[in-house]
């Protein structure tokens, strides 16, 4: 158990390492560098030459790697090419917005889309499910930004109930910030939600199949017992694992969401980083994304082997 | 394995299927047809008629450059069809090659391979995608090759775990005895099982990249302006949708009917095929 466990928190870091190289030697094929995107035109002769020594652009490229790495482990994320801050003081409040938006989506979507598949799986092909499918399938299909937009324009421009964009900065008090990122959460976790309403369902459905479920009916358990005692705790075991992948598509997302609500977070951030093309920023923040990722992964892989003793005796 | 004459019987016989195929089948005739038919100049600006609501002259209205709208949204798909098209081709191609090699081989090399492919399904593409076209500007080129190598990571998984549903059967330990080469048995032995779920795998990853495709647009890192786009529209419009909403709601709804149109015919012929469907890839 604890042995599957270590193993488990060895692979992630060996990816985390895999992911810090990838973002690194992501930029060394580009044409060009952190340099030469910052100055644009300006960038040649002198000027080129101060700013990558500045930069420490003209050290090879392992030697840079090393360096790269250390920081990142002292917790320094390197300077904005942009903002000629430290990324770590830009990329932290709005890091904390990000995750306010990921927390109020999941507390709205993963509820919902839990009881919604239960119902549709224990009412599989009746009316109800095929509704909830049918929403499903539109909600996990259209693309982000129409949603929002659609959203915007139903209760911001429509019914005049909220702003269409959020309007408070990026150091906003926590209160604020969590009523800020209502609109913005709604759009997300249609996606998410519809996506762990489908696996809900098909687990349900696997599971009323199940000789366990048949031996219970067989022996009298009444139908009520059943489906909480026996099938609901079942068929939620295998949906664990894949919420922590679907945290891969919140962080997507929150890109475009953010950009469209115009809400402060890294999302957003990311998007301003791409147009001022300050590569440092943009390497650290997908860096960030990575470590999210690999994080939650590890964290309900570890929560599904604590509560289902059957994936114990698999090798991971 | 049925003809494809009765899956595609089977496809219509399905309500969603059949609604899915219909709204397929309008978009490509749109997409084809569109050249022939727009009454204006999607990319000729009016300042006589800007911002005009829809009627017998402009159809679907004009926007905020007096362009005509229904020109440009009929138009507005063609360019992301054609990107996609491309990339999905790509990644299905690199994808299932490199699944099927580690499925064959195993050992050593099957868990070095996938656990690259861990680390780089990680990473947000959508980020170094949008960075690559910063640095080389926002071109079909780039996108072709970024997309293809992105979305064909979550390819090698299902190819991989399709070719080692059939690797232990015993067709393939049979011709492993005659002596084939592993060449022959890939293409011999093993594509002719795995086609299927791969042709799926395909249609669906087509639609993931339209919309990341799309998405892009919005962001103006996609398809670039003069030519029309359905996100770069949107975008467009967004601003003045209170005033004008006719401007953002038929680059919604044509976009919105294309992707629920190909998710509802994927739906149904994978059902036809008797494949579980697969969901949308972390990195979309």
Request: with cysteine.
């Amino acid at each position: 158990m604890l042995g599957l466990i270590v193993r488990r928190a060895a692979s992630s870091l060996f990816t985390l390492i895999l992911i810090s190289v990838v973002v690194f030697a992501g930029l060394e094929f580009m044409p060009g560098d952190a340099c030469t995107a910052h100055l644009g035109r300006d960038g040649k002769g002198a000027v080129l030459e101060a700013c990558r020594a500045r930069m420490g652009l003209d050290a090879p490229p392992v030697k840079r790697f090393t360096q790269w790495a250390g920081d990142i482990l002292r917790g320094e994320l390197g300077t904005s090419m942009q903002r000629e801050k430290p990324i770590t003081e830009i990329v932290g409040w709005r890091l904390r917005n990000t995750l306010v938006l990921s927390a109020v989506a999941a507390l709205i979507g993963i509820p919902l889309a839990v009881l919604l598949g239960i119902i549709a799986g224990l009412r599989r092909d009746r009316l109800f499910d095929m509704a909830a499918s049918g929403t499903a399938l539109v909600a996990m299909t259209i693309p982000e930004f129409v949603s929002a937009t659609l959203l915007i324009l139903v209760f911001a421009v429509g019914l005049g109930w909220t702003a269409g964009v959020v309007t408070i900065g990026y150091k906003a008090p926590l209160l604020e910030m969590v009523s800020a990122a209502f609109l913005p959460a709604v759009v997300l976790s249609m996606v998410l939600a519809a996506h762990i309403m489908r696996m809900v369902r098909a687990s349900v459905i696997d599971v009323l199949k199940s000789d366990f479920v048949l031996m219970a009916r067989l022996k009298g358990v009444p139908q009520q017992q059943i489906i909480w005692r026996h099938v609901v705790p079942n068929s939620l075991l295998p949906v664990i694992s894949v919420i922590g992948l679907t945290v891969a598509w919140l962080l997507g997302g929150v890109v475009i969401v953010e950009s469209v609500f115009n809400y402060p977070g890294l999302g957003r951030l990311a998007v301003d980083a791409v147009g001022d093309r300050d590569l440092p920023l943009v390497q650290a923040i997908a860096l960030l994304f990575g470590i999210t990722y690999v994080v939650t992964n590890l964290m309900t892989d570890i929560a599904a082997l604590l509560l289902n003793p059957r994936l114990r005796t698999y090798r991971a | 394995m049925t003809g494809l004459r009765a899956t595609l019987a089977y496809v219509l016989r399905q309500p969603s299927g059949a609604v899915g195929l219909v709204l397929v089948a309008v978009h490509l005739l749109i997409a084809l047809a569109a050249p022939f038919i727009i009454p204006y100049d999607a990319a000729t600006q009016n300042a006589a008629a800007i911002l005009e609501p829809p009627s017998l002259t402009h159809l679907f209205g004009t926007d905020r450059l007096g362009r005509d709208v229904f020109s440009r949204t009929l138009l507005g798909g063609r360019e992301a069809m054609l990107i996609s098209t491309l990339s999905a081709i790509c990644a299905m191609a690199w994808g299932s090659l490199l699944g099927i090699v580690v499925a064959l081989a195993g050992g050593l090399l099957d868990a070095a391979v996938m656990r690259v492919v861990d680390a780089m399904v990680a990473i947000p593409w959508i980020l170094l995608v949008m960075l690559f076209v910063a640095a080389l500007g926002s071109s079909t080129a780039a996108l072709i090759p970024l997309l293809g190598f992105s979305y064909g990571l979550s390819v090698v998984y299902l190819a991989r775990s399709a070719a080692l549903d059939f690797v232990a059967r015993d067709f393939v330990l049979a011709a492993q005895v005659r002596g084939e080469s592993r060449w022959t048995i890939a293409v011999k032995e093993l594509s002719p099982n795995i086609r299927d779920s791969l042709a799926v795998q395909g249609a669906m990853q087509w639609s993931w990249i339209f919309l990341a495709v799309s998405s892009l647009s919005f962001l103006g890192m996609g398809v670039a302006p003069p030519t029309p786009d359905w996100g770069q529209m949107i975008a467009d419009a967004r601003g003045i949708m209170r005033t004008a909403p006719w401007t953002v709601v038929w680059p919604m709804v044509f976009l919105s009917s294309l992707i629920i149109g190909v998710n509802l015919a994927v739906d149904a012929w994978a059902k036809a095929l008797g494949i579980e469907r697969l969901g949308r890839t972390p990195q979309s």
